[in-house]
């Protein structure tokens, strides 16, 4: 008896939200609506399989070259995600929306990802290796990533940090954030980590918190050199400086280079 070609042959997991999903297998038609998700599929060998990305997958810098963007990602272009014809959608639970996801995931397979922990993404690591049949790459990636991090000796003790996301209003990253995990593997102590996810703070709440380091993110608000003299009037005792915010943030197969760059800033504090 003939098998029916590999690519029809069905492979059912359940994503980081606990939902069944049921993808042929391998996938020949990926969309990934999630920057770090998308250069971790170009990193595990998939750039000709994936079809759509986001305005904001930057990495690599030919992504958005050689597939269709398909919006952003809390706003999607049905239509050119339906003329795609994808056989697996990745997204994010935190980067998209609900409502887009459901309405996506009434027609595609779509896998979606909830991180808050560099386990969380390992385990996104190993799960995307799976369901497009680049399981030994993906893992290889991830342990790779872990025993990065294994060797990263944090500073004793840890720094109290403010780590900002926005400006008008001030948002810095909280508890139950992937940034927050980020930053007590790189020895800071954030200092809003009884607050939750992303809150606005005031400069009074900034002053009271009295943070030692104050971090501004490269993304998603572009902190410049020009924003360091606001933040040092607004807290003259901490010592105030730009970070990579991707580095800091983006859980895919960039986070190869995290480690390294958390002991570059350790070894400068």
């Known amino acids: 008896m003939q098998l029916p070609p590999i690519s029809s042959l069905p492979l059912t997991l359940t994503d980081q939200l606990g939902r069944r999903v049921v993808v042929p297998f391998p996938p020949q038609r990926i969309v990934s609506l999630v920057p770090s998700q998308t250069e971790l599929l170009f990193d595990l060998g998939l750039s000709e399989r ?8 930057i990495h690599p810098a030919d992504a958005r070259q050689s597939a269709v963007v398909i919006g952003g990602t809390k706003n999607f272009d049905f239509e050119k995600i339906a003329t795609l014809q994808p056989d697996l959608i990745l997204g994010n639970k935190e980067e998209n929306y609900q409502e887009g ?11 979606i990802s909830d991180i808050a922990t560099l386990p969380d993404a390992l385990v996104m690591i190993r799960q995307v290796g799976l369901l497009t049949g680049t399981a030994v790459r993906a893992n290889v990636l991830a342990i790779e990533i872990e025993n990065s991090f294994a060797t990263l000796s944090a500073a004793q003790p840890p720094l109290p940090t403010a780590y900002f996301i926005w400006r008008k209003p001030y948002m810095v990253a909280a508890a139950d954030t992937f940034i927050n995990d980020m930053l007590h593997r790189a020895g800071f102590e954030n200092v809003f980590a009884d607050q939750q996810r992303y809150p606005e703070i005031t400069p009074a709440q900034l002053a009271a918190a009295q943070p030692q380091q104050v971090l501004l993110s490269s993304e998603p608000y572009p902190f410049r050199e020009k924003h360091l003299k606001e933040f040092r009037e607004l807290c003259p005792t901490a010592t105030v400086r730009l ?19 958390f002991r570059q800033l350790a070894a400068s504090c």
Do not use: M, N
């Open 50 to 57: 994936v079809v759509g990305v986001t305005k904001f997958c």
């Open 101 to 111: 996801i459901e309405q996506l995931a009434a027609s595609y397979p779509v896998w």
């Open 243 to 261: 970070v990579d915010g991707e580095l800091f943030s983006w859980y895919g197969s960039r986070l190869r280079h995290s480690a390294a760059y």
